[in-house]
């Protein structure tokens, strides 16, 4: 969906593949920076497929600030997008690892793998722009992109390089951040099926 609230949901997701594929770069993993651009674009995919129903009340989610999120989700009667997320993701025989990333992105301490531990300092640093105590939120992103091992020069980089690369433009035609790479964009181009069919699939399950 596109409109305001389309592109609120987008954003957020986009924002958070951006920042997983740079902190891969910033870890030397390159090898696996599209893998982890694809599970940063899913992180929010239990919050896109609830779009295909309620499009109004995932916009409300996603725009609160993303530590608030899944307790609201939880306190309406919802599963929250991790679970939702990460059971999908299982359906449509995504790699396990993917798929423990998506669900764990939540958690107080990061997965193992490293995937895992990618995404969820991914969640941490673009939840930076997106509400709430700015200077508490962006600070809890720096320690947890330093637990993960990502150098300090690096860190202040990615804090550059999101709000451009991260950003989505309602079109005709659709603009996604005027700095996104071609490699980039291919990997988006990828992973977009993958949304539009899991927002299909659970929206014939609910």
Same mark, same amino acid.
């Given at each position: 969906p ?12 986009? %924002? ?6 740079l902190?891969?770069?910033a ?6 920076a ?10 929010? $995919?239990?919050?896109?497929? %609830? ?9 409300? $989610?996603?725009?609160?600030? &993303?530590?608030? /999120?899944s $307790?609201f989700? %939880? @306190? ?9 997320g ?6 449509m025989?995504?790699?396990a ?5 998506? @669900?764990h992105?939540h ?6 793998s ?7 300092? @991914?969640? /941490?640093?673009a &939840?930076?722009?997106e ?17 993960i ?7 202040e ?32 181009s990828?992973?977009?099926? $993958?949304?539009?069919?899991? &927002? ?7």
């Amino acid at each position: 969906p596109m409109g305001e609230d389309g592109v609120i949901l987008l954003t957020t997701s986009l %924002r958070r593949a951006v920042s997983a594929q740079l902190i891969a770069q910033a870890l030397g993993e390159r090898a696996l920076a599209d893998e982890a651009f694809t599970a940063g674009m899913l992180l929010e $995919v239990g919050l896109l497929s %609830r779009a295909r129903v309620d499009l109004a009340g995932s916009a409300q $989610v996603a725009r609160m600030p &993303a530590a608030h /999120r899944s $307790v609201f989700e %939880r @306190a309406q009667g919802h599963i929250d997008h991790a679970a939702s997320g990460a059971k999908l993701c299982q359906e449509m025989h995504l790699p396990a690892t993917m798929v423990e990333a998506i @669900a764990h992105h939540h958690d107080a301490a990061p997965p193992a793998s490293k995937l895992g531990k990618i995404v969820w300092a @991914a969640e /941490r640093t673009a &939840a930076a722009w997106e509400g709430g105590d700015v200077a508490r939120i962006r600070a809890d992103a720096i320690k947890a992109l330093a637990l993960i091992g990502v150098p300090a020069a690096a860190i202040e980089q990615l804090f550059t390089r999101i709000p451009e690369l991260g950003r989505i433009t309602p079109g005709p035609p659709l603009v996604i951040g005027a700095g996104v790479k071609v490699a980039e964009l291919d990997a988006a181009s990828r992973v977009m099926p $993958v949304l539009a069919q899991a &927002a299909r699939t659970l929206g014939s399950t609910q």
